[in-house]
């Protein structure tokens, strides 16, 4: 009878060493399996929500086999209340500890919001409200005071958050740009160079023209010439809340407006758009030129011009590139 015990007791303990080694091979199996994740999953852990409701989310979007071994392995682990919230990138295979390390480590994902260079406070607003991860209003803010650029967020961060970036990032560039400005320069203070600035950015989408643009405008300053600049115009009738839809007509230049520089001498009351980087430094340090006029090339570009019959000229081959 001992024999046949004790050869029981042999027979169950291997049956539980095996059934040990098969569990613990299927647990590894669990955590080391890896799922497949074919293009970029961005996955959001709203606050307060619970382990249950996390493991259900993940399973969803297939990072793990199936919510009970996330759950599980989180409760073992002692990770859900390390689990932080907002949205999450995987772009490779996780596996499952893969998962719980990164929901554990804060590294949430920042979406992107891109403002074109030379966008009006309008136009600035209305690319926030149409973002659909932003919440709340924006309140209205001064024309040329946000520096349009690529700003990245959180999702349901405040659109007037991102506003508060984008003055931020332009006070710090306008100080850079007034701190390295040409000793000569003919301006008061940094707004008027952030006017200059946002005319130039109007004038010229071909980056290295805008250091002689700005050369032009800074001449006829000098000169006590008007600035004649189209732009000015054109945000003299629309304030830069609508586009203009057609030319703009030889009546136009007759607009009683501060803003026109066909009319009023010296710079626009305000900017007429929110200028870019490249156009507040060009506005600083303009190139060395004798150039008072200019005129588009008709291939994107402008041909300028020392005087006014250099510049007629210029006039009359452009009218005849655009019949």
Not at 27 to 51: D, R, T, Y
Request: charged residues 25%.
């Amino acid at each position: 009878m001992l024999k046949k015990g004790l050869l029981l007791f042999k027979i169950v303990v291997l049956l539980f060493g095996i059934t040990a080694v098969l569990l613990y091979g299927h647990i590894q199996h669990i955590l080391s399996e890896k799922q497949p994740v074919p293009q970029e999953v961005v996955v959001q852990i709203q606050n307060g929500a619970s382990l249950k409701q996390i493991a259900a989310v993940l399973a969803e979007n297939k990072l793990v086999a199936k919510p009970e071994y996330f759950y599980w392995y989180a409760k073992i682990n002692k990770i859900y209340p390390k689990i932080k919230a907002g949205e999450y990138l995987f772009d490779n295979d996780v596996a499952l500890k893969d998962v719980a390390d990164l929901l554990t480590s804060g590294k949430i994902y920042f979406r992107k919001i891109t403002f074109p260079e030379g966008i009006t406070a309008t136009e600035f607003k209305q690319i926030l409200l149409e973002n659909e991860f932003l919440s709340g209003e924006v309140a209205d803010f001064a024309e040329g005071s946000v520096l349009p650029e690529t700003y990245y967020f959180s999702r349901g961060q405040t659109r007037q958050s991102i506003v508060t970036q984008a003055q931020t990032a332009l006070n710090k560039t306008l100080d850079e740009a007034w701190d390295g400005r040409d000793a000569d320069l003919p301006l008061k203070n940094k707004q008027e160079l952030l006017i200059l600035a946002s005319i130039v950015e109007k004038e010229t989408g071909v980056a290295n023209e805008r250091p002689q643009v700005a050369s032009v405008f800074v001449n006829r300053l000098k000169r006590d010439m008007l600035l004649q600049t189209d732009p000015t115009v054109i945000y003299a009738l629309t304030l830069g809340k609508t586009e203009l839809g057609r030319p703009l007509r030889y009546k136009d230049l007759e607009t009683d407006s501060p803003y026109n520089t066909y009319k009023y001498a010296g710079l626009p009351p305000t900017p007429i758009c929110n200028a870019g980087r490249a156009a507040i430094m060009a506005a600083a340090r303009p190139d060395k030129t004798p150039y008072l006029y200019f005129v588009a090339s008709g291939n994107g570009g402008h041909n300028f011009a020392c005087t006014l019959s250099e510049h007629n000229a210029n006039v009359r081959n452009w009218r005849r590139v655009n019949k």
